[in-house]
């Protein structure tokens, strides 16, 4: 089992900054990688950012590059997400899941463990 907490959400004013965290407990060595998916009211849950802890290779949606960045902590077993330039169109409940292989692709299905979410709030 693993488990995972996101924190760092909150209400911010279009073009600020957040720092998601999602800390990681449990059988985390099972885990390939991570992923911050995010899911805005009345929509699907999409994929945000991923990286594999092996090489380090992330990756991102279009909508969150150059703008997101994603990174770790291997002491900590914790996963950032820092989030520039946000846009109201940001606004989601964001969460963070473990990825048990590697691939391409991320996708919902394609994740294993999930966190309970954290709310960003992006204000025009």
């Known amino acids: 089992q693993v488990q995972l907490v996101e924190s760092g959400g909150g209400l911010v004013q279009a073009g600020g900054s957040l720092r998601l965290s999602c800390a990681a407990s449990?059988?985390?060595?099972?885990?390939?990688?991570m992923g911050w998916f995010r899911q805005a009211p009345g929509k699907e849950r999409e994929f945000v950012a991923g990286?594999?802890?092996?090489?380090?290779?992330?990756f991102y949606a279009d909508s969150a590059k150059g703008r997101f960045i994603i990174s770790r902590d291997n002491i900590k077993n914790t996963v950032y997400l820092q989030m520039n330039s946000l846009k109201p169109e940001d606004t989601a409940v964001y969460y963070c899941?473990?990825?048990?292989?590697?691939?391409?692709?991320?996708?919902?299905?394609?994740?294993?463990?999930w966190g309970k979410g954290t709310l960003v709030t992006v204000s025009s």
């Open positions: 990286m594999y802890w092996s090489g380090g290779s992330t």
């Open positions: 899941a473990t990825r048990p292989n590697y691939g391409s692709r991320w996708y919902e299905g394609g994740m294993d463990y």
């Open positions: 449990g059988r985390t060595f099972s885990s390939y990688g």
